[in-house]
């Protein structure tokens, strides 16, 4: 028999999480129960719609496009937001304050509207065409929008502090004396950075990594406003089977197969990662 | 059993009784009467043509909203909710209701009105109010001397250059490439597997020089008035709509591929009655020519056009001279290659 004490510590835990649970029930789990369970009643048949989904050619170019369109978000972010992070770990001050207002800006406007400024800055005439023209690098206007090169530099401004601060995080941890020590050793500054700080910053990066993919694989008003026809993703194709086909099982379909191929994913980085160090970096 | 567990199950419980008393909200009877359409020009024209007059007339509040949106339709109609109690919607949208089920059968006795119209224009699940067409459009700037005159001209990289912008469908694009193709207006339909692929082709010909791939009424007027596109097939009334601005836009009615906006009303509207009358009303000949000041979308009723100035005369689908240019789409044809040749299109623009 449980001692009082401990039922009541169970009481109060089950009373501080039972309204949130109770929301997330309401207006989460039960409605993509009944979402998933369209998947499965399809008049046609209990897995029409994922053999329609795995036979098709299209669906599965689409799947292809989405992956590499997440993979090569991820890495442009990487790239990007590595020095930024390091210029962040290493200011102090009014200096450090600002710099961070800067990567958390963005936060504070809509994605839509920020999607909307892409537009205007990459049309044909707009100004970033105009700019590459008149500098002598491009012969005429190249196409930045309604294409995958559209869709890859929306995502990368929306994604980008995802990488950011995980990387940050994890940097500020890393204890100098270790890189000074190396130094002491002997050790190049390539070494070193090879050797001890990457490893290091493992952790932020496989945290923010996992962050901007796992967002880029299911992100819909972007590629939907800077994309076009021939660069559809996993959520276009979801949007369209919902509003212009009406064939909501395979919309059900799709969605549960983006959600399988997630979790996959997410339990492949949390084996090989240490992936708790780097989300909840202290 | 432990107290935890008998917690859980009651709040379990609650939950359950909860979600299912949710539908009962959405189905208040003392809304007032909704009307739904596209936006922008169209819904300009139904507000100030149809429903305004019609509440004045009959001393109700008519609440006039947009986008309309076939899944919204579907979704309401499943859960029992109706928000919606006549609603504007393509063509297609009135065969799909019609297989799947979630629109009200029309009952023409009280529709007496629709006997005046083409035979084309009515459907069992839904009447068409308000005529318009897929025209060819162009940037002014790209070419201030004129721009295509026929989807062949539209076809012609050489004699027309520049980024092209088309629907993101099959719709549309299958009667403009057979037009391209040569094919005559009188043999565009019935669909046949051979016209199909011929469509297809044709527009595996012009694909490199889409940059555009559309999807919304309000993007060829925009993008052409950016210069992001030269020139792009687009819906008449938006680019009447455009142009009446003064956006640097051309267009032309020749070779316009003609269709209609359907009134439909939602199946288990509380108003069903009075979206009949509406329809009715808004079929009356002097509410279609009320259409014909707003110079965007045209009526469907033909007669009124004898009316119209020579300047209107040219904008209007439902004139004789014009509709001999024109080719009026076959919605059931547009829906049998939509369908049957989606694989094949979707391939097509993943190339």
Redesign the interface.
Known sequence: MRSAVT?RY??QT?LLL?PA??VL??VFV?PLGRLFSLAFTDPAGTWVPFQTLLT???YR??VA?TLVVALAVTAICAVLAWPVAYVLSRLKGVWFVIALYGVLFPFWISVLVRTFSWMLLL???GPLNRMLAGSGMTDGPI?L??NNTGVMIGMVHVLLPYMILPLYSAMTRIDRRLLLASDGLGAGLLDTFRRIYLPLCLPGLAGGATFVFLLSLGFFITPALLG???A?TLSMLIASF?????AWSLAAAGSLALLLIVLLIMGLTAKMLPLEKGMFAK | MH??TF??SV??GA?VA??SAFPRLGRAQNRPFTFTSFGGALSDAEKSAFTDPFAELKGIQIVNTSPT???KI?AMVEAGAVEWDLVDVGGRTVR?GDE?GFLEKLDLSKIPNAANLEKGWVAPYGIATSTGATVMAWSTSSFPDGGPESWADFWDVKRFPG?RGLY??FYYNYEAALLAAGVKREEIYPLTPEKAEMALGKIKEIKSSV???WGSGAQPPQLLS???LALSSAWSGRVLAASQEGAPVGYTFKDGIAWANWFVIPKGSPYAELAHELIDFSLAPEQQAKLLDLKTYGPVLGSVTSDADAETRKILVMTPENLKEMLIISESDARKYMLEY??QW??L???
Do not use: C, H
């Open positions: 039922s169970n009481m089950v039972a649970l109770l029930a309401a039960i098709s050619p299209v170019q689409v496009n049309e044909r005439n196409a929008l309604f076009g026809a021939n559809i919902v509003n212009d086909r009406l | 107290r935890r917690l859980l709040a379990a939950l909860g979600v949106e076939t899944a579907k799909q799947e980024p993101k469908y940059t555009v791939w950016s210069g992001e989606e694989e979707n391939q623009m993943l190339q």
